[in-house]
C-alpha cells in the first residue's frame, strides 16, 4: 500500500494532471481520538490547515505523513487511506 501511494503522489503532483481518487477516513479516526484538527497537526508535525485540505480530500499527503497519521492513530495507512480507480466504460 505504500508504494501505491508513493506513485499517487508522484501523479498527483505533477501539473495539469487528473486527481486520482485517493479517500479517507482522517475525521473519523482523528474524532476516535478525541482531537481536533490544530492538535492532530501538532501530533504530526503540521498545521491545522493541512489536516482540514486532508480530510477534504484536497491534499494527498505525503508517505512520511500519511505513515505519521496511522501511527498516530494506531492504525495501518490502509485503514486511514483508500485508493478507488474509477471504471472506464469503452465504446
Known amino acids: 500500500m505504500t508504494t501505491i501511494i508513493v506513485i499517487l503522489t508522484a501523479i498527483i503532483g505533477k501539473k495539469g494532471a487528473t486527481p486520482m481518487p485517493l479517500y479517507n477516513r482522517l475525521k473519523e479516526y482523528r474524532a476516535r481520538l478525541g482531537v481536533n484538527q490544530q492538535e492532530m497537526g501538532t501530533l504530526v508535525g503540521v498545521s491545522?490547515?493541512?489536516?482540514?485540505?486532508?480530510?477534504r480530500g484536497d491534499y494527498s499527503p505525503s508517505v512520511t505523513l500519511a505513515l505519521k497519521l496511522a501511527k498516530v492513530c494506531q492504525v495501518h495507512v490502509e485503514d486511514i487511506f483508500s485508493y478507488q480507480e474509477e471504471e472506464r466504460h469503452e465504446t
Open 48 to 55: 491545522r490547515q493541512t489536516i482540514s485540505q486532508i480530510e
